[in-house]
């Protein structure tokens, strides 16, 4: 990795990468600071009461400290990984059950950073960021509701004013790369 | 690996995202994505999504104790996680961890089919079957959904052939007879939500032998 091309990634992939490769720990305040508060935000409107959004934002962030190893910015933004590891965590809250997990994908043996994948990934996620941002709220609550776990499989499945594919046409390219690399790594 | 030709619809994944999608169907998303590399880029798609939700919610402050309390956690020994058991030619890894990584019990089914439950709950059941070349999928109803993966062989029914990594999604409006095709017996892992009673499973395996 070179470090023009780590100069241009976001700040939270950034922090990220520093907690991953030299486990910094300034880095990893700057990640709380910044997600902590948004967890909190994603919890209450969950319905989870003060005491219990804070148990699961300790776990969430020991989680991504702890976990940092599988991070892949090649593969996810840091918002998703973070995302995925909250939804996880709450799931166990919630259910008392694990939910069966894919196989993972093996880690490149090196921390060399493909810079233009990373930045692909990013730069379709600010994009649906902008997506979401541009849906009308009633869209926007749907959305909301289908990804936080408040609908079923079959009301998403029966719910034609969510807009799924117009969101997930924001990471269509994305999605051809990460195939590809994906193609690749087998 | 890559020519699977049925892969797992958007609800599906968005459901599987949001942790909503009962157990048994859960079990079948994960087995798929882990020999899919299609799904498993689509998988990273919804999560995506999920991020992005994530940033766009308004911040609700912290308190300093809990700030502290996490970060007085980086000191704690990180308990090595289990090693998850590594997917063979036919099992991927969250089918052998629902087998406790033993080899399937087959209980028969009938002439040509056997059964092993993996999962059987409220929200619907989970069975890896076992169909030999040339046999029937054994009679069954379709209460709600049900999710056929194979993990091995292949069968063709009305809609199709399905080999390995194919995923048939079928609900009630589906009326179909699932064939093994020749060669390898066809392995599949099933999920459906009509609960699993053994009462009335087997009463209908066997009323045509009462009909005679």
């Known amino acids: ?186 | 690996m890559t020519d699977i030709a049925h892969h797992i619809p958007e609800a599906l994944l968005a459901s599987y995202v949001s942790g909503t999608l009962a157990q048994p169907f859960a079990l079948v998303v994960a087995a798929h994505v882990s020999i899919c590399e299609e799904c498993r880029a689509n998988l990273a798609a919804h999560e995506a999504v999920g991020g992005a939700l994530l940033d766009a919610f308004d911040p609700i402050s912290i308190t300093d104790d809990l700030r502290n309390r996490v970060m007085a956690g980086l000191d704690d020994d990180i308990v090595p996680e289990p090693v998850r058991p590594r997917g063979d030619n036919t099992y991927p890894t969250p089918v052998l961890e629902a087998l406790g990584s033993k080899p399937p019990k087959w209980r028969s089914l009938g002439p040509g089919a056997k059964q092993c439950i993996l999962n059987a709950g409220k929200d619907g059941s989970v069975r890896l079957l076992y169909i030999a070349p040339g046999f029937a999928v054994p009679d069954h109803t379709h209460g709600g959904l049900e999710l056929t993966l194979v993990l091995q062989g292949a069968f063709k029914d009305e809609t199709g052939r399905f080999a390995r990594g194919d995923l048939e999604v079928a609900d009630d409006t589906l009326e179909h007879t699932p064939v093994a095709e020749e060669g390898l017996p066809c392995i599949c892992l099933a999920a459906t939500d009509a609960p699993l009673k053994f009462s009335a499973f087997v009463p209908r395996l066997l009323q045509p032998l009462f009909r005679i």
């Open chain 1, 1 to 186: 990795m070179t470090c023009d091309m780590s100069t241009t990634f976001t700040e939270q992939t950034e922090w990220m990468l520093k907690v991953r490769d030299a486990r910094d720990r300034a880095a990893f305040a700057k990640l709380f600071d910044h997600f902590a508060p948004r967890l909190r935000g994603m919890l209450m409107k969950n319905g989870f009461g003060a005491a219990q959004a804070d148990d699961v934002i300790q776990d969430v962030m020991l989680s991504v400290w702890r976990k940092a190893h599988s991070f892949n910015p090649e593969r996810a933004n840091v918002s998703g990984w973070i995302f995925q590891i909250a939804r996880n965590r709450q799931i166990d809250v919630i259910r008392k059950d694990r939910r069966p997990m894919p196989e993972e994908l093996a880690m490149p043996e090196s921390t060399d950073i493909d810079g233009e994948q990373v930045l692909g990934i990013e730069q379709e996620a600010a994009s649906l960021r902008a997506a979401i941002s541009r849906l009308n709220p009633e869209q926007r609550d749907l959305v909301q509701k289908a990804y936080l776990g408040e609908l079923s499989h079959s009301e998403i499945q029966a719910e034609t004013g969510l807009p799924l594919g117009t969101i997930k046409s924001r990471i269509r390219l994305g999605l051809e790369r990460l195939r590809h690399e994906l193609k690749g790594e087998r």
